[in-house]
């Protein structure tokens, strides 16, 4: 695994949308890196034979029935929204999307 | 905006100089009756934000549960497509940030699809056929919808704010995604509307999904790139967006090759973007621009645990699969006999399985062709409705040839019939009573106006006696014009041939 490096943490910020002073790029560099290192160390307990897990339980197909259930309201789904209007959430224009 | 300003070579120029390389993903709604991951209803066109769960919105604290017969319906769609099928697969977070999610990530799947390494044989009008091989099929979730207001034209662009309807967000979705297909020529855009073609078919076939392009059940990105002649590297390609009807994925993809050639003759790098598809002006413009490394983020769901299949419930899906569209066509052309130009009009005009009810309900398949791409046809054409949707069942065409079959009615008064029975005046039996529509069987009348046509035609009439029996048409039609057409053809050439003393 490749350090983590002041770059890196500044392309994640931006990613995440998170705005973040030189001050903090530095300071979370140095405990970003800290964390990596911890889980590095399961790469050198865990061996070639044991593949990546997602899940710590041992589950699969856990699957629901194709049955409709309750639902919200149109009132209740809006009453979160910062803004709404004609039944929809309503949002500042985004251009840099599809 | 405006659209359509680029340079274009001709598309005949473009094949001389380039060989284009394709590549599609289409995204199929799957018709459940839930959402993907929550029990809201999948159903379009409710008041907005209504088929909603807390899970949809995002809300904290919220666990998504996969909806089986999606599975089922992926893994049937993978089958279908001749692929693998995974042992186990995972959903995974892509992340990005668009009002469109309110999640801020769309779960998907990323390095192992439920589906994988598949083919299909798209067979082009004149009976060509191109393999396109398939990379992938993976499970996903649809995007809520967005209304871009303010703007003067209604898209993004110069728009004060969008409005949000989450009813579509976490619809099931496919996503198939074919490996680049090489080698189409000049058949490219062709080769284009057919697959979508096919796809839509197939999944509509397996009863999967509704596949109505218009209400965006299935969905196509179309990817163009063009390499020189001889040249085995690909060149750069462009992802139009949203190609929605079969015309125009043609088309597109047609505008985007001529496009690509005239930036590429002018020696500037074609560059790699998404291309937003218009309607209007049959052309593209600039979308954003997008490179291999878009940076999603993607890593494993972790509220959803692994889809694990095994050779049992594969199997036993196989088998439940129907007949595929293809095969089904070359089975009923072998069994009914059809040319191949007949078939093909058959099948563009969506009455091949009418005529397939039909002829199980007892028609003969040129009987059957006959009522579906002639009467019912045009009248479908007037309604402007599909010929299967204008309320013609096979057991009414069944009653309508028997009549004929019988002598009853002839074909000229089964039109009046069919049209008394879509009035609503009742059955095919009742509305020749009702109308008095029964063919004039009595022969004494028939034989009043045979008199009277061979006296209006003389000439006609000598030319019969003298042996040109073929003449006799003229006579016929004279009769079935007197008769308002309520007479047995057949019979009244018999007749007239009888009265003229010359051997039929």
Redesign the interface.
């Known amino acids: 695994m490749a350090e983590l490096n002041r770059d890196d943490v500044a392309?994640l910020a931006r990613?995440a949308?998170i705005d973040m002073t030189d001050d903090e790029l530095d300071r979370m560099a140095g405990e970003l890196a800290v964390i990596v290192d911890s889980v590095r160390s399961i790469s050198e307990v865990a061996g070639d034979d044991v593949p990546a897990t997602?899940?710590p339980?041992p589950?699969?197909?856990?699957?629901?029935?194709?049955?409709?259930?309750?639902?919200?309201?149109?009132e209740e789904?809006?009453l979160?929204a910062p803004d709404n209007?004609?039944?929809?959430?309503?949002?500042?224009?985004?251009?840099?999307?599809? | 905006m405006t659209a359509g300003t680029d340079e274009v070579l001709s598309f005949d120029e473009a094949m001389e100089k380039y060989d284009p390389v394709l590549g599609f993903e289409v995204h199929v709604e799957l018709n459940t009756r839930t959402k993907m991951f929550s029990s809201a209803p999948n159903a379009f066109g409710d008041v907005p934000n209504t088929n909603v769960t807390p899970v949809d919105l995002g809300l904290p604290g919220v666990l998504p549960v996969v909806n089986g017969v999606a599975v089922e319906s992926a893994i049937k769609i993978g089958l279908a497509l001749n692929c693998s099928i995974a042992e186990k697969c995972y959903f995974a977070r892509k992340n990005y940030f668009y009002p469109d999610t309110p999640k801020n990530f769309q779960t998907s799947q990323f390095e192992d699809p439920i589906a994988y390494d598949g083919s299909i044989d798209i067979e082009l009008a004149d009976g060509t056929v191109f393999t396109v091989e398939i990379e992938r099929a993976h499970m996903e979730e649809d995007a809520g919808k967005l209304t871009h207001m303010g703007g003067s034209t209604g898209r993004i662009q110069g728009a004060e704010y969008s409005l949000v309807d989450y009813n579509r967000a976490g619809v099931p979705l496919i996503e198939i995604v074919t490996k680049p297909i090489e080698g189409a020529g000049a058949r490219a855009p062709e080769l284009a509307k057919a697959y979508v073609a096919a796809i839509r078919e197939i999944v509509k076939n397996l009863g999967v999904s509704d596949a109505r392009m218009e209400r965006g059940n299935v969905r196509c990105d179309a990817n163009v790139s063009l390499r020189p002649h001889g040249r085995e590297q690909f060149g750069t390609r462009t992802e139009t967006k949203n190609v929605n009807s079969l015309r125009a994925v043609e088309h597109a993809v047609r505008y985007e090759i001529q496009r690509h050639a005239a930036v590429l003759d002018s020696g500037t790098p074609i560059l790699q973007e998404t291309r937003h598809w218009h309607e209007d002006t049959r052309s593209t413009t600039s979308g954003r621009p997008k490179s291999d490394a878009d940076d999603y983020r993607y890593f494993p769901e972790p509220d959803l645990v692994p889809v694990v299949t095994d050779e049992a419930w594969i199997e036993a899906l196989r088998a439940s699969l129907p007949e595929p569209p293809a095969e089904r066509r070359k089975r009923l052309q072998a069994d009914w006999g059809y040319s191949d130009a007949e078939f093909r009009d058959v099948v563009n005009a969506g009455v091949m399985t009418s005529i397939e009810d039909t002829v199980a309900a007892g028609v003969g398949a040129v009987a059957a062709r006959k009522w579906w791409m002639g009467e019912i046809s045009r009248r479908a054409k007037l309604a402007d409705v599909e010929p299967s949707e204008l309320g013609v069942t096979p057991e009414l065409v069944v009653e309508l040839q028997g009549l004929i079959d019988s002598g009853k009615i002839n074909d000229k008064l089964s039109r009046d019939v069919l049209d008394g029975v879509l009035a609503g005046e009742g059955t095919p039996a009742e509305v020749v009573e009702q109308r008095g529509l029964a063919v004039v069987s009595d022969d004494g009348p028939l034989l009043d106006a045979i008199d009277g046509a061979l006296a209006a035609q003389p000439d006609v009439a000598d030319k019969i006696r003298g042996g040109k029996i073929q003449a006799v048409g003229a006579i016929v039609g004279g009769v079935m014009k007197a008769t308002r057409g309520q007479a047995d053809a057949g019979r009244v050439r018999e007749l007239i041939l009888q009265r003229l003393g010359v051997e039929g």
Do not use: Y
């Open positions: 392309h990613l949308h997602s899940h339980i589950l699969s197909n856990v699957f629901r029935e194709d049955v409709v259930g309750t639902t919200l309201t149109n789904a809006l979160g209007a004609d039944g929809r959430f309503r949002v500042p224009a985004i251009l840099d999307g599809e």
